[in-house]
Structure formats: structure tokens, C-alpha cells
């Protein structure tokens, strides 16, 4: 059995006070200072006390008589446990001022709370013995309704007396726990023990009790943890070993709760790398944890005091966080204090650190005062950089020239940036009540539920679509979007760009690359064209110059000589012919001289007309007074071209396309907004 230094409580090993107060004879309990501790209301009444009052009292001054030498000398042996059994006579003067001869049985008795020996006295009229009876039962129905288990063991370790509740405690019946001895029912107490122990009794007299828990074992073979208040006592002649005994699974089953409740905490606090302090408002000191001289950078040995607390916090945070202790500790507050600090450690590292503490306070009225001030601490510089950096990054994000949107797993929108509210024409607490089918009028939910089981296995995509603005005007967009998860939660982090205007620069490089092709086509039609104009225009040299040669074999009167000219007349045709479809190759040589615009837009008309194609007619409103100019013909023949094609490209759909002259003259104004022109 393990000893135990905790006090014994007094419901353990004191006699039942309440069934004390009941008896009829009178009853006084002493201390070992022969003080009263309690008197029952027949000890009262007999001396003429009240309750109260005679707690306290010595007991020579509860009445007289009590000073005789032979009660002080029982009293004495009383105390050294030498007086088992004996009772003596002595005469008292009683409230009522008649005298009285009464018997006087002194016992020690079971401990109180603080250890120390008690004495019942009982005084008993010298008559029969009925009323010795009655107090018997008394006591003997207190011990038998008790909440603690009672046993009385005799010199061989056999039960001599059990109780009711030792018997419920183990499951035996009283005969058959009253054939068992100790160590039948305690597993820790073997059987060789049994006569050390009652010798260490024998050897010390009556001596103090002693607090042990051990295990009991029931009659079903459980064992259950038990505290034993033990005590050596002698009944008339007889010694016995009296214990009280009290189920303590309950308690252990706490007690082990607590534990690894603590346990829990001082891993968590060692975990959370939290500072713990205590500080006691009375006697002015303040304890620290390993923990939180760490956080400080203070040594294991260096003392903490207020001043030194102050003194450690940065500068321009100290009379704020003085003020903020101040308040935790008036008495008139709650005693709270939840702060966030700097602090300037003894290395000088400047760190940031989160208090919280509770301030606890006696007293009423002016009379309230701190009493003690419980609290931790934690190191949160890590934090407060995140925290910065977030900011940063927060803030970065926010002035974008990108719009960003943050979208639930819902499709609600949780953040917007001020490009996405800019470009939406929303204000951001609008668009942050909306979800992505509200932007995208084109975006179902049936499309969103499989857009995000592949967005969150692929984790990042792009692709284009349709934006709504609040005006209702559309405008295409391209959108990566980012998968990731913060706070438990799945978001999509999207980041839309505007594409007006690369959609508007792929419509122009589309429409480029037809009229290169186009350009390209027409000038492969411009080469084989020239090539064939020049081939014909040899042969129409050829023509000619034999058509000369027979001219003047010729008289002019002669038939053939008609023919002839029609002939000639035909090939200057073919050889102007000719002349168009070298200036449309780009291989005439450039030769300027006066002409009538007029009469070029006449022959160039039907080549035009076939050009641009019958689905668009062709009309020409000429001047009929227009200045001549000096021009190469071929230049403007390439430049009527290139105009009606123009047009034609601009004509899918046909129409009409008008060719007019006139007289203009150019002035310096004009001169001066078109570059390269002059006046004239």
C-alpha cells in the first residue's frame, strides 16, 4: 500500500456529528488543547451553553468540576491512548446550581482534518445501564449507515466487524466477509506483512492514523482502488485495527482525466510555443514559463518584475500597453487584457507578440483588489509578415491592370479587383452578389458543374468567351484560370483579359492577308499579262511592218489597198491593246505627255468593266470642258485599276461604282493636311 500525505477527511474518521447531536447523554469532543470541538444539545442543556459558544471553549470552562486533578489526569492518558476502558466519578454543579455525581468515559477517537487527536467525552448518570445501551445502538446505527466501508481486524488479521457498506462495497454477505481476513480482500497487502505491522502498532501504543490507498478485490474477482484511513485502537482490553475505508474510482478515474487533460495542454502549450505568466497581485511577484523567457530572450535565473515588462516593450507601443495593464488590473474593470504588442528582446531583435490574460479580484466595493493576473503570450512576428505581405500582394492585385475574380465553388463571386469592376461597369459590392452565370449569360450552370470537375483536376486553364456589362454591351475576353484552395474552402482564381482590340487587329490581319493574296494573284496575272502583251506586240511589229511593205507595192486607187488599211487599222488596235496590258503588268516605260483624262477613261472602260465583274455597273460622268494634264498614260491606266479592284473588293454585294472628272484647284490649306502636294 502506498502512503498518502493528503488530509483525511473528516467525514472519514470522525464520529457522525449529526448522530452525536442526537444522543441523549451528554457528549463533548476536545482537541488535544482540551478545546471543545463539538458539544451535543444534552451537554448544553446539563451546563447551561449554547451551541455555538461553546465551540472553542476550553473545557474547565464549561462548568465546574472539571478542574479536579483526577479528570486532568484522565484527560491526559486519554491523549497518550493509556486509559482504554476506564471511567471514573466526579461531582459537577450543574445550570440549575444542584449538584450531581456523574460517570465520565474518556476515549481517543478517530483524527479530524488537521491531524491531530480527538477526545469524546461522555457523561453517563450513575443509573441503570439502559441509557449506556441506547447510546451503543446510537453509535452502532451511525457506523452501520456510514458511506464508508468499516472494518475491525483483530491480532490474527480476521474481521472481527464489518459495516453494511463493506459488505456492499465487496458483494459477501457479513458471515461469510466476517471468515476472511486483510488480506483476502487487498491483493497489494501480502499475508507476511500483517505481523510487522501490528507489531509497529503494539510497540507505539495508541498511535496516529495513517492514509494509505491500495485495491480491494471484490467477491467477482474486480479490483477497485480505495483510500484506508487505518488507526490501532482498544476497545475495554481488547486492541484492534480499525479502518475506514472509501471507493476511490471515481476520484482515480478523474485524477487520470485531469492527467491527461494536463498532459494534452502542456502539448499543446509546447506545440502553440505559447508563454505562460503568473503574476500575484499580493506578494509582487510574476512567474514565467520556459517558454516565455524564450519569447523575451530573458535567462532561466534573470528575476521579472513589472518595471522590467515595461521597459522590454517597444517604445512607441509602451504607454499604450501601459495604460491597457492598467485597466486590467483596476479593480472597478473586468480584468481582462487581449493585446497586440512589440517588443525589443534582450538580443534586440524586435518581435511581435498577442496577451491575453485574466486579472482575478477579492473583495467588495473599496475593499476589491487584484489578487492575481493569469496569462499567456505567443511569438505571432511570422504572422504579422504574412500578414504584411498579404497585404501587399492584396494591394498589388487590387490596382491591376488586369481584372481578377475570385469565384466559390458555387460560382459566386467572393473577390474583385477594381479592373473587373471598371471593365464590368459594376460598383464591387454589385458584382460581389453576383455569380459567373450573371457576367456570362452564355455560361450555364450545367456548364459550370463539368467546367469545374476539370478545372480542379487540370488545376489551371485558358480560354475565351463573352463578358456582360451593365450597360448590356459585350466585349470578348480571354481567361486563365487557377485552382487552389485556402481557408478549407476551393476557389478559382481567374484573371480576364479585355481582347477588343487583338480580336479587332486579327479581323484587319485577315482582311491584309486576302488582299495580299489577292495582290499576289493579281500580280501573277500582271506578268503572264505583260509577257503575252509582249510576245503579241513583236508580232504586231512584224504585222505592220509587212503591212508598210505591201502599202507600197500599192497604187492607192488599187482594191487590196482598202483592205490593207483595215488591216493596219486593226493591228494599231491590237497594238494599243497591247499597250494596256503592258501598263497593267507594270512594264511599260514611263513616257509623260499631254493628254485628255477623259479620252484615257473612254479606252480604258470596257478592259475596267471586265475587271470588276457584272455585278457591279460600271458608269463614267465625265467634264466635258476638262483641263488637259501631262501624264503617262500607263500610270493612270494602273491607277484606274487599282481603284475600281478597290472598289470591287468593298462591292461583295454588287452596286454601282461611278468614274467622274473635273476641274479642281488645290490651294495651300489643302496643301498643308495632305503632305507632298503643291498649290496649283
Known amino acids: 500500500m502506498r502512503k498518502r500525505s493528503a488530509k483525511i477527511p473528516t467525514s472519514t474518521l470522525n464520529p457522525d456529528k449529526g448522530a452525536i447531536d442526537l444522543l441523549p447523554q451528554p457528549v463533548v469532543l476536545l482537541d488535544d488543547k482540551s478545546r471543545v470541538v463539538m458539544a451535543n444539545r444534552s451537554f448544553c442543556r446539563m451546563f447551561g451553553l449554547k451551541l455555538k459558544e461553546s465551540v472553542g471553549r476550553a473545557l474547565s470552562r464549561t462548568g465546574q468540576g472539571w478542574n ?31 449538584g450531581r455525581t456523574l460517570r ?59 459495516n453494511d457498506q463493506a459488505c456492499r462495497s465487496l458483494g459477501y454477505s457479513r458471515e461469510k466477509l466476517l471468515r476472511l481476513c486483510l488480506w483476502d480482500i487487498d491483493p497489494v497487502f501480502p499475508r507476511e506483512r500483517w505481523d510487522s505491522t501490528w507489531r509497529n502498532y503494539k510497540k507505539n501504543g495508541q498511535c496516529e492514523s495513517e492514509v494509505v490507498e491500495s485495491l480491494h ?24 485495527h480499525v479502518a475506514y475505508v472509501r471507493d476511490i ?20 502549450i509546447r506545440v502553440s510555443h505559447i508563454g505562460i505568466f503568473d503574476h500575484n497581485h499580493l506578494h509582487d511577484t510574476i512567474y514565467w514559463s520556459p517558454r516565455q523567457r524564450e519569447i523575451y530572450g530573458w535567462s532561466m535565473d534573470e528575476p521579472v518584475t513589472m518595471a522590467g515588462v515595461i521597459g522590454s516593450i517597444y517604445p512607441e507601443d509602451r504607454e499604450k500597453i501601459a495604460t491597457a495593464i492598467r485597466q486590467a488590473h483596476d479593480p472597478a474593470g473586468k480584468g481582462r487584457y487581449d493585446v497586440e504588442h512589440r517588443i525589443i528582446r534582450r538580443d534586440g531583435a524586435v518581435r511581435w507578440l498577442t ?18 493576473t493569469v496569462g499567456a503570450a505567443q511569438d505571432i512576428t511570422e504572422q504579422k509578415q504574412l500578414e504584411e505581405e498579404l497585404r501587399l500582394t492584396q494591394s498589388a492585385i487590387d490596382v491591376a491592370s488586369i481584372a481578377c475574380f475570385w469565384v466559390s465553388r458555387e460560382a459566386k463571386l467572393c473577390y474583385v479587383n477594381q479592373q473587373a469592376c471598371r471593365s464590368m461597369g459594376y460598383t464591387r459590392e454589385e458584382l460581389l452578389s453576383m455569380t459567373v452565370m450573371d457576367i456570362d449569360p452564355d455560361f450555364s450552370l450545367e456548364m459550370w458543374e463539368k467546367f469545374w470537375q476539370t478545372h480542379s483536376r487540370d488545376k489551371v486553364q485558358t480560354f475565351e468567351t463573352t463578358h456582360l456589362r451593365k450597360d448590356g454591351s459585350r466585349f470578348p475576353v480571354e481567361i486563365t484560370t487557377n485552382y487552389l484552395s485556402y481557408g478549407g474552402r476551393d476557389y478559382s482564381c481567374a484573371y480576364v483579359r479585355d481582347i477588343t482590340q487583338r480580336k479587332q487587329a486579327e479581323r484587319e490581319k485577315g482582311d491584309l492577308e486576302m488582299q495580299l493574296t489577292q495582290a499576289q494573284k493579281m500580280e501573277s496575272v500582271g506578268r503572264l499579262a505583260g509577257g503575252v502583251a509582249h510576245d503579241f506586240n513583236n508580232m504586231l511589229g512584224v504585222i505592220l511592218g509587212y503591212l508598210e511593205l505591201l502599202k507600197g507595192s500599192l497604187s492607192h486607187d488599187s482594191p487590196l489597198y482598202t483592205h490593207l488599211q483595215e488591216i493596219e487599222k486593226a493591228a494599231t488596235h491590237s497594238k494599243e491593246i497591247t499597250r494596256q496590258l503592258l501598263a497593267f503588268s507594270r512594264k511599260q516605260i514611263i513616257a509623260p505627255r499631254i493628254v485628255n483624262l477623259n479620252d484615257l477613261i473612254w479606252d480604258t472602260q470596257k478592259t475596267l468593266a471586265r475587271l470588276i465583274g457584272e455585278h457591279i455597273d460600271l458608269r463614267f460622268m465625265p467634264q466635258h470642258d476638262l483641263w488637259t494634264i501631262k501624264v503617262d498614260p500607263t500610270q493612270i491606266d494602273q491607277i484606274l485599276v487599282n481603284l475600281c479592284v478597290n472598289a470591287r473588293d468593298a462591292m461583295s454585294d454588287g452596286g454601282i461604282l461611278a468614274v467622274e472628272t473635273g476641274n479642281e484647284v488645290i490651294d495651300e490649306n489643302f496643301c498643308r493636311q495632305h503632305a507632298g502636294m503643291k498649290p496649283g
Open 68 to 98: 479536579k486533578p483526577a479528570l486532568q489526569k484522565l484527560l491526559k492518558q486519554a491523549l497518550l491512548a493509556k486509559n482504554p476502558g476506564k471511567d471514573i466519578e466526579a461531582d459537577f454543579k450543574l445550570k440549575n446550581g444542584k
Open 104 to 162: 465520565i468515559s474518556m476515549q481517543r477517537i478517530a483524527q479530524d482534518a488537521d491531524r491531530k487527536p480527538l477526545i469524546m467525552i461522555v457523561l453517563k448518570e450513575n443509573k441503570t445501564g439502559t441509557q449506556e445501551n441506547d447510546t451503543l445502538q446510537m453509535f452502532r446505527f451511525s457506523i452501520e449507515q456510514a458511506g464508508e466501508a468499516v472494518f475491525w481486524m483483530d491480532r490474527a488479521g480476521r474481521f472481527t466487524y464489518v
Open 217 to 240: 478485490r471484490r467477491k467477482d474477482g474486480v479490483c477497485f482502488p480505495v483510500e484506508v484511513a487505518a488507526k490501532h485502537i482498544w476497545f475495554g482490553k481488547t486492541e484492534f
Open 249 to 268: 474510482t471515481d476520484r482515480k478515474r478523474a485524477e487520470g482525466a485531469l492527467h491527461k487533460s494536463d498532459e494534452r495542454l502542456r502539448q499543446a
Open 355 to 372: 496577451i491575453r490574460s485574466r486579472t482575478f479580484f477579492e473583495g467588495e466595493g473599496h475593499a476589491r483588489h487584484p489578487v492575481r
